[in-house]
């Protein structure tokens, strides 16, 4: 069964304004509708230049995406970004528990499943971060460390919910480290992810969802990660900051 294939670029706490522009038009015109048909494109820049990284990817194949929310809709939360205003800027995708919003500002399940739920009532579709640190891994617990971050979330959803969710499994270990999982390593746990969803809901809902790979992968890697039968595309940190370096890896998909 055909699953969409999504490219993001996460691009963290980076740039200014100008190199935001920079980067999103080089990208728009290096992608071209060359990719149609084969991957959805998606570049998730700081907030404040949500609005303008989407008016220059408007007629492009491109959709933006936050890389964070609030699990609250309005009010007194100095600092913080409503999923509606995320919308209202033409955002259509957020990122969910990446592993830095996890360990530096102590999210934890019951506040991602909150940001989740928000994001879903405000039409954002959700790119949900999952995976285990080093000392997991070593110790053998990465698949329950994964299903309980799993369980505790977006599992809990309806299934029309969770339809709209994306996956993206990211080893901590390999996020800006240089280190990637290899390919059996990705293929077992990507496998595992599916399983689990096919025992919550169903094969066929497993079989459509979406579960990205991110961690280190450049475009020296990309295409032997995106050929494995269970991984669907990338969430991509720093190689997304360089237009070559992203478009490659896109390109890599198609390859
Ligand atoms: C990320 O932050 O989501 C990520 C995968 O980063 P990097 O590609 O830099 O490892």
Redesign the pocket.
Known sequence: MSRKKIIAG?W?MNGTYEEAFKLTSEIVSMVKDEVKGYAEIILAPPFPFLTSVNKLTENSVIQVSAQNCASENSGAFTGEVSCAMIASCGATHVIIG???RRTLFKEEDDVLLKKVKAALANNLKVIF?IGETKEQREKGIHFSVVEEQLKNTILRLSADDFRKCVI?Y?PVW????GLTASPAQAQEIHHHIRGLIASVFSDTIAQQCSILY?????ENNAAELFALQDVDGG??????LKSRSFVTIIKAMKD
């Not at 390999?174 to 480290?177: D, F, P």
């Not at 991110?214 to 450049?218: A, H």
Request: charged share 15%; aromatic share 0%.
């Open positions: 996460n963290k990446h592993s830095e971060c993206a990211e390999a996020i800006g480290t991110g961690g280190s992968c450049n969430l991509i940190g720093g190689a997304s």
